[in-house]
């Protein structure tokens, strides 16, 4: 099925969402935080720390996975944005997060999957940047697998919602 069909944009609480798995914006030391972090981590519960802690921390543009605990998603990836400092590798650890995320998504089986806007909070990515790339590393993988039928893009806010439709539609128009 086309790939950019697979792809859906919502605007709301990635804890909240009925998907397989969900990707966290975590930090180096997998030991939570604010942001979505901390959400993921108080929807889920202390076990999803407990379990976070034998992981031994994670790098930037890597992800691992661990369980959901009392999540509605079964799965919890935890990948780390780059700390936006316009660099050109600011890019390639963007787009590895996305690519590595989907490789566990596709290791432990799940059907769907949900991500934040990846370093474009506290790291300070700004969106408008950050969106072409989420977009357009999903797509690509997509295009590689029938496996995966849908990720959904959970945005916090109607303008974050908006800056990725207009990044999604001229992808659409490109492909
Ligand atoms: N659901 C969906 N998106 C959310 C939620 C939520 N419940 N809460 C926050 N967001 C959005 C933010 O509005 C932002 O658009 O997630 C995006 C990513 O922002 P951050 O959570 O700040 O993540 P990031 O910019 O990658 O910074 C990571 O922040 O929380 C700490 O421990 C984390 O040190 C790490 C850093």
Redesign the pocket.
């Known amino acids: 099925m086309n790939d950019l069909r697979r792809i859906e944009l919502v605007e709301?609480?990635?804890?909240?969402l009925p998907v397989d798995a969900i990707v966290n914006?975590?930090?180096r030391?997998l030991l939570?935080?604010?942001?979505?972090?901390?959400?993921?981590h108080r929807?889920a519960g202390p076990q999803l720390l407990a379990e976070c802690k034998t992981l031994g921390g994670c790098a930037t543009g890597q992800a691992k996975i661990t369980a959901g605990y009392n999540l509605p998603a079964r799965w919890v990836i935890h990948t780390?944005?780059p700390?936006y400092s316009g660099v050109e590798s600011d890019a390639e650890r963007l787009r590895d997060c996305h690519v590595n995320s989907l490789q566990r998504v596709l290791e432990c089986g799940a059907r769907s999957v949900a991500f934040?806007?990846?370093?474009?909070?506290?790291?300070?990515?700004p969106?408008v940047e950050a969106a072409p790339i989420a977009l357009r590393a999903v797509a690509d993988v997509l295009s590689e697998s029938a496996a995966l039928q849908r990720v959904v893009f959970?945005?916090?806010?109607a303008d974050?919602l908006s800056v990725y439709r207009e990044a999604f539609d001229a992808l659409q128009a490109h492909r």
């Not at 709301?12 to 909240?16: A, L, N, P, Q, Y």
């Not at 959970?154 to 806010?157: D, G, I, P, Q, T």
């Open positions: 709301g609480d990635i804890t909240r914006a975590a930090n030391t939570g935080g604010g942001g979505v972090d901390g959400a993921i929807a780390v944005g700390v934040p806007a990846i370093s474009c909070g506290v790291y300070g990515y969106v959970a945005l916090f806010s974050y």
